[in-house]
């Protein structure tokens, strides 16, 4: 008994000894955290930290006086600014010859019902002018009372074509729903491409209506920004006809047609130079062949440039983007005209080899 007493009060003279020394120390730090598939692993969500990404990833193209690209130009030749501000370009690269994902968005509204054909043709061709079979993808999307997928991805320009023919008209018109739910939906996580850089794909949009937009939920700077967090450059078709005067049906006199704008064209071309893309304003479907293929080659021939803003602030604002290209004259940029600054959190377990995302 006396044996078990002592025993006793030892235990507790040692336990109080090891309290007081710990109190006295600094904290130790965390045991290194056991290999994944070893016993007591955590599990590898449990080990990711969240951090606000204020990067912000700029793709553009260059065109000369005679809006042919230029390809050929190095980091030195920009200067960016933001809200006139001047940046330190972070990152800098070319990129050519890249996958494309591509959504196509048809107004199949009531409004454009004498233009059904020509959008019809007018997608169609798009689509064989660029897809470039197992190597580009797209999707089909038609809305009037609210958006619709009618062809999920693919690369069989066949399948598409024969979807797009399938089109009635009826309904209003929902565009800015369109593009909020092709970009959330479809093109902020397209297809993967295989080989070593899986997830560098240029995501495009080519949308053809008349621009006016009557039954949407979200905004039109809603749809803009929806665009802009997920790269996506929309390029527009216009549908309408209202510019057409009797004078100027000669063919030989078309070339100084469009003397205005619709308000519905002014949408168009607003959603397309916010985003980098651009506007087109035709007459006949065939009036946009070389178009076509020019967006092609845009699109396979870009810059990116990356920067952290000196004068962030998570504000929600919207801040003005500028590239310059100062030492050539004449060369113009095409990129998206800003982006909102609002925090980009992301989840992760080590620095970003690439640096993260842009808000």
Known sequence: MTRVLISTVLVAALLT?????????????????????????????SQGITTVVNLVDVLFTVLNRRNKLVPDLQKEDFQIFDEKFPQQIRYFSKQTDLPLRIGMLV?????????????????????FSVLRRGRDEAFVMTFDDEPQIIQAFTSDPGLLRDQIMQTRAGGGTAIYDAIYEACQSQLSHPPRPPGDQPDIVRRVMILISDGDDNLSNHTRSEAIEM?????????????????????????????????????????????????????????????????????????????????????????????????????????????????????????ITQPSPSGPASP
Do not use: C, M
């Not at 409004?111 to 019809?120: M, N, P, T, W, Y």
């Not at 005067?245 to 078309?254: G, V, Y």
């Not at 998570?314 to 800003?338: N, S």
């Open 17 to 45: 000894t090891a309290v007081s020394d710990r109190a006295q120390q600094p904290p130790a730090p965390p045991p290194a955290a056991p290999a994944q598939g070893q016993p007591g692993a955590a599990p590898k969500a």
């Open 107 to 127: 107004d199949t509204s009531n409004s454009i019902r004498d233009r059904l054909k020509f959008e019809q043709d007018a997608s169609t061709n798009f689509l």
């Open 227 to 347: 665009a802009q967090r997920t790269s996506v450059v929309i390029y527009t078709i216009s549908t309408s006809t209202q510019w057409i005067q009797l004078s100027q049906t000669d063919p030989d006199k078309l070339a100084s047609r469009k003397t205005h704008l619709t308000e519905g064209d002014k949408i168009l071309q607003d959603l397309a130079d916010e985003t980098g893309g651009r506007a087109f304003y035709p007459y006949h479907v065939d009036d946009l062949d070389q178009s076509f293929q020019d967006i092609g080659d845009e699109l396979r021939n870009q810059y990116s440039i990356a920067y952290i803003p000196t004068n962030y602030v998570l504000d929600g604002r919207y801040h003005r983007i500028r590239i310059e290209v100062p030492d050539h004259k004449g060369y113009q940029v095409q990129a998206r005209r800003g982006y909102f600054a609002r925090a980009n959190r992301e989840n």
